[in-house]
Nanobody
Framework: QVQLVESGGGLVQAGGSLRLSCAAS????????MGWFRQAPGKEREFVAT????????RVADSVAGRFTISRDNAKNLVYLDMNLLKPEDTAVYHC????????????????????????WGQGTQVTVSS
């Protein structure tokens, strides 16, 4: 089992930047595919970004492509979400999540975009972008 704690959220003006971090407990962090999701008030949870176990493969949602980057540091049990050129519509609670993906086809490069496939979730960190 892994526990996830997000940090780095806050209030920022449109066009600004934030870096979110997600700290994972345990010594098996590198065995999980990691993802970031967000949920705005009154909306469904939305995929933002995912990164493979090795960090060699990643995907981001079309809505954040070119602005957000996901990365991970397996030695430190951390996953990051760098957010640039923030827009008011990026306002949401951002959650990180971990997927064991026990049926991997490509263990080191598989990623997961579907929230239902993730096994563990953090409590989230609020990001508010003012116009």
């Amino acid at each position: 089992q892994v526990q996830l704690v997000e940090s780095g959220g806050g209030l920022v003006q449109a066009g600004g930047s934030l870096r979110l971090s997600c700290a994972a407990s345990g010594h098996t962090f590198s065995s999980y595919i990691m993802g970031w999701f967000r949920q705005a008030p009154g909306k469904e949870r939305e995929f933002v970004a995912t990164i493979s176990r090795s960090g060699g493969s990643s995907r981001v949602a079309d809505s954040v492509a070119g602005r957000f980057t996901i990365s991970r540091d397996n030695a430190k049990n951390l996953v990051y979400l760098d957010m640039n050129l923030l827009k008011p519509e990026d306002t949401a609670v951002y959650h990180c999540a971990a997927d064991r993906d026990i049926d991997s086809k490509n263990y080191y490069l598989d990623t997961t975009t579907a929230s239902a496939l993730y096994d563990y979730w953090g409590q989230g960190t609020q990001v508010t972008v003012s116009s």
